[in-house]
């Protein structure tokens, strides 16, 4: 280990430490502002940013209420925990930019450095929101909305056909792909 730091400025504020990120050192319309222009897929023609891309994977967990969430306090405790993270789960890009997937699957691979940032990046974010810390149970249910919604705007967006790749995705949602698409672009 070393005792260097990885200081970044983002807006306003200066991150002393990306390996120590602090709520107070974050400027979160600078990242707001930052996800609204990155876009997807390399910046692909046709591709959401990053802020649409937060409010579609919102959506497919808003649509799924009844789909994947039983009728039970907790059950609705446990989708109202999943629809905020689904809007905030990826803001540590409005740090760390949008690392498309296969350059990230070939960093992971090798190393959790990405893991390590993203996740104080997260928790640093929430304390500064104010909003509940995603466990790993909120983490994974939202990564397999992340996921759909990836898969949605492969073919929906980029007009691209399905890949081997491709993350599953639920045929209503796939369905839906072109409304939900048109209704993530006006946000």
């Known amino acids: 280990m070393t005792d260097r730091k990885f200081p970044i400025k983002i807006g306003t ?12 050192e974050l400027d979160y319309h600078a990242i707001t502002t930052r996800l609204k222009g990155t876009y997807r897929f390399s910046g692909a023609k046709g591709a959401l940013n990053v802020h649409q891309h937060r409010h579609l994977v919102c959506r497919l967990v808003e649509m799924d ?3 994947g969430f039983e009728d039970s306090e907790d059950s609705f405790q446990l989708w109202n925990q999943c629809c905020e993270w689904a809007f905030h789960h990826d803001d540590h890009e409005g740090i760390t930019g949008d690392i498309v997937a296969p350059v990230k699957n070939l960093i992971s691979s090798r190393t959790n450095i990405l893991e390590i940032i993203e996740t104080k990046l997260d928790w640093a974010i929430c304390t500064h929101l104010g909003i509940n810390h995603p466990n790993k149970v909120i983490r994974g249910l939202v990564h397999r909305y992340d996921k759909a919604a990836e898969t949605i705007e492969w073919v929906h967006a980029l007009g691209n056909a399905m890949q081997d790749f491709n993350h599953s995705c639920p045929e209503w949602m796939m369905d839906k792909g072109t409304a939900l698409i048109t209704w993530a672009r006006s946000q």
């Open 13 to 24: 504020k200066l991150i002393e430490d990306l390996m120590n990120p602090r709520p107070g």
């Open 65 to 67: 209420k009844k789909g």
